[in-house]
């Protein structure tokens, strides 16, 4: 089985962080393709970066596509593209705030997100609306720019936790979802301080590929993800678009 798991940002360190969390949760039979977008911004916080960010998510799509992969993992928090991935897709696309926010909900009554900046807040917020889980949830920023992740000299796993302790009371959250693929790898230790579940998008969104592909379950076409007719592109978006 092959998975492409796409940082749609494009910071190659923090595809590396992605990619560790990736191949750690993988089954020995599955191999963990992992790509830094080749266009867009250096880390996305905020609408106007998650903008940027979709030609080349949905460029990293189409190459899978062609390459056959089982199914695409979209390595964003805010699930960047999602739907527009899935209309040009066929194998299953799962974005790792989604398969974080399911995995919480089948452990916890509550869980609290625990996210970079408070800008990305209200696009979490609108992301958990969208999935119906709005009533078990609440989201929290921990105030770390996303690429203080890759500096191990910042205070952002202290902040992170900081967070994560005015959550588990303040919230009474029962869970803890890292709402940033670059937290991936903070999910074990954070878990074992705070004697609570502390779910990593990354690793529960390869499982949830790979269950969708051992259950032979692809993209329906079936309405709203049907593939879209080849439209003329004009720009310099029209060769981006072709690859060229
Ligand atoms: C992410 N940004 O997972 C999101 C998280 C955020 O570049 N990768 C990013 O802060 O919105």
């Known amino acids: 089985m ?10 190659a360190a923090m595809t590396e962080t992605i990619a560790r969390a990736a191949r750690e949760a993988a089954a020995s039979g599955t191999e963990i393709d992992a790509v830094t977008s080749s ?26 596509e062609t390459q056959g992969v089982d199914a ?34 089948l452990i916890a009554n509550r869980f609290t997100v625990v996210t970079t900046l408070e800008r990305s807040i209200p696009a979490l ?24 992740l890759e500096d191990e ?32 790898k903070l999910a074990r230790d954070l878990s074992i301080k705070h004697q609570c579940p502390v779910i990593d998008g990354v690793g529960a969104a390869v499982k949830l590929g790979e269950m969708l592909s051992v259950l032979g379950l692809k993209t ?17 978006l029209a060769g981006l678009m072709r690859g060229e």
């Open 2 to 11: 092959r998975i492409r798991v796409i940082n749609p940002n494009t910071t």
């Open 220 to 236: 329906s076409k079936r309405w709203g993800y049907q593939s879209g007719t080849p439209k003329m592109l004009t720009g310099p």
């Open 39 to 64: 266009t867009g911004p250096v880390s996305i916080e905020g609408y106007y970066d998650e903008a940027l960010s979709l030609p080349g998510l949905l460029i990293e799509i189409r190459k899978g």
């Open 125 to 148: 917020e609108h992301n958990l609306l969208k999935y119906g889980l709005e009533r078990r949830a609440r989201v929290r920023a921990a105030e770390v720019p996303v690429l203080a």
């Open 153 to 184: 000299a910042s205070d952002a796993r202290a902040r992170i936790d900081a967070e994560i302790t005015r959550a588990l009371v303040e919230d009474r959250a029962e869970a803890i979802v890292l709402g940033c693929a670059g937290m991936a």
């Open 72 to 105: 695409h993992v979209i390595a964003c928090f805010d699930d960047t593209g999602l739907d527009a991935a899935r209309q040009i897709a066929t194998a299953p696309v799962i974005g790792i705030g989604e398969a974080a926010c399911h995995a919480a909900m």
